[in-house]
């Protein structure tokens, strides 16, 4: 799969200009640390906040989370039609 929809280095860099100090001195340590460019950094912090599952904004799910409990809802009501059991999240 190629991924096409990337934060652009001169956007990244208008973010960043426009976090605080300590925020930014953070995040360009930690790109610098891992050796990636920031770009990719603020696109996997700003993906993974949306969508613990995903690695960028590619494949990032923006589904609010009302959709998400509707879909949860709708999983658990197949899987007692079919017979099984739904185990009981910790809260």
């Given at each position: 799969m190629q991924l096409t929809e990337h934060l652009s280095?001169?956007?990244a860099q208008a973010f960043i200009e426009a976090l605080p100090v300590p925020i930014r001195d953070a995040l360009l340590a930690y790109s610098a640390e891992i050796e990636y460019p920031v770009e990719g950094?603020?696109?996997?912090?700003?993906a993974m906040f949306l969508d613990l599952d995903c690695a960028g904004f590619a494949d990032c799910r923006t589904d609010t989370p009302s959709m998400m409990r509707e879909r949860i809802a709708i999983l658990e009501a197949v899987i007692r039609k079919n017979g099984l059991t739904v185990p009981e999240l910790p809260e």
């Amino acid at each position: 799969m190629q991924l096409t929809e990337h934060l652009s280095p001169r956007a990244a860099q208008a973010f960043i200009e426009a976090l605080p100090v300590p925020i930014r001195d953070a995040l360009l340590a930690y790109s610098a640390e891992i050796e990636y460019p920031v770009e990719g950094v603020l696109e996997m912090a700003i993906a993974m906040f949306l969508d613990l599952d995903c690695a960028g904004f590619a494949d990032c799910r923006t589904d609010t989370p009302s959709m998400m409990r509707e879909r949860i809802a709708i999983l658990e009501a197949v899987i007692r039609k079919n017979g099984l059991t739904v185990p009981e999240l910790p809260e």
